[in-house]
């Protein structure tokens, strides 16, 4: 990688990282079904004007939003709404084990012993970090394994439309997420306008954030990556961010580190590491067999 691109990866990797504090705080304030339809509707109207998808386009980026928008973004919130931030971004992995479930089931991919030893540990941590008792509540853990799911969901998704632009997917996905959000915000939650109204300007200031930082920012300079380097390259950078959450939590929201945290990630990152490896191994072990084509 260029000096470049590596700055450029760790800048996305930080971002992401503090994602889980900033949102932490704004759900504190604003409920969480409602704070992700005014996150996704700054989004849609910095970004959808001027990327437009296609008619062929739009009923693709319609279940992409329920599965992505609603499904993995909004049970994020309502997950950080009763869980502290470092068991969010250790659970939040998961979506990686998730994905390769998925695609045993939908491709056939073969699994191999590394996956499955490096899912047995993935999951083996997440069950120590339900374990603990002050770490989230019972319905924030099974909104993050739903999110979790979603985003292993929403990523087989992505990898079919590939012919669609990053942006038009960001900008046309959050679009039509509002509605959807909003009606489950209206019949699930309380007091939205109020609280709203009431907001501090962290809450506004941590908006700002997600919606520009990591909402477009980030995912700007991921795809931009992905396009010009390897997968390889690239995906093991992801692993900093709970890293990166872990520590933010405990130092900016004084949240306590436990041994079912130190246990739990450890075997969590573990285990999701162990799984990137095998991936990457197997890409590339793909690449050298296929057949080189002369011109």
């Known amino acids: 990688m260029k000096p470049s691109d ?26 969480p079904l409602a704070l992700t339809a005014i996150r996704f509707t700054f989004v849609a109207l910095l970004i959808a004007p001027f990327f437009r998808p296609t008619k062929q386009q739009l009923p693709k980026i319609a279940w992409l939003a329920l599965i992505l928008g609603c499904g993995h973004f909004g049970m994020l919130f309502i997950g950080l709404r009763g869980a502290d931030a470092a068991t969010t971004a250790l659970m939040i992995q998961l979506g990686i084990p998730f994905s390769v479930i998925l695609a045993t089931l939908l491709f056939s991919d073969s699994l191999g012993w590394g996956r499955v030893v490096g899912m047995l540990l993935a999951f083996t941590g997440a069950a120590l970090l339900a374990g603990e008792p002050q770490g989230a509540t019972p319905l924030a853990l099974g909104a993050l394994l739903i999110s979790a799911f979603c985003w292993a969901w929403a990523n087989i998704l992505i990898k079919q439309y590939s012919s669609i632009h990053s942006m038009t997917i960001i900008g046309w996905m959050s679009l039509l997420a509002i509605a959807p959000l909003s009606a489950a915000s209206y019949f699930l939650e309380s ?30 300079i991921w795809y931009r990556l992905l396009a010009r380097l390897s997968i390889n390259q690239v995906v093991p950078f992801s692993l900093l961010a709970p890293m990166i959450g872990v520590t933010a939590g405990i130092l900016i929201l004084d949240e306590a580190f436990t041994l079912y945290k130190a246990l739990g990630g450890a075997l969590t990152i573990g285990g999701v590491a162990l799984i990137e490896i095998r991936q990457a191994r197997s890409r590339r072990l793909a690449l050298l067999s296929s057949p080189i084509k002369l011109p």
Request: aromatic share 14%; net charge neutral.
């Open 6 to 31: 590596l700055i450029q990866a760790i800048i996305v990797v930080i971002i992401w990282g503090f994602n889980f504090v900033v949102i932490k705080t704004a759900v504190a304030e604003i409920p």
């Open 191 to 220: 007091n939205q306008l109020t609280a709203i109204q009431s907001a501090s300007w962290t809450t506004w200031a941590a908006l700002a954030y997600i919606v520009i930082g990591s909402s477009i920012l980030a995912y700007y």
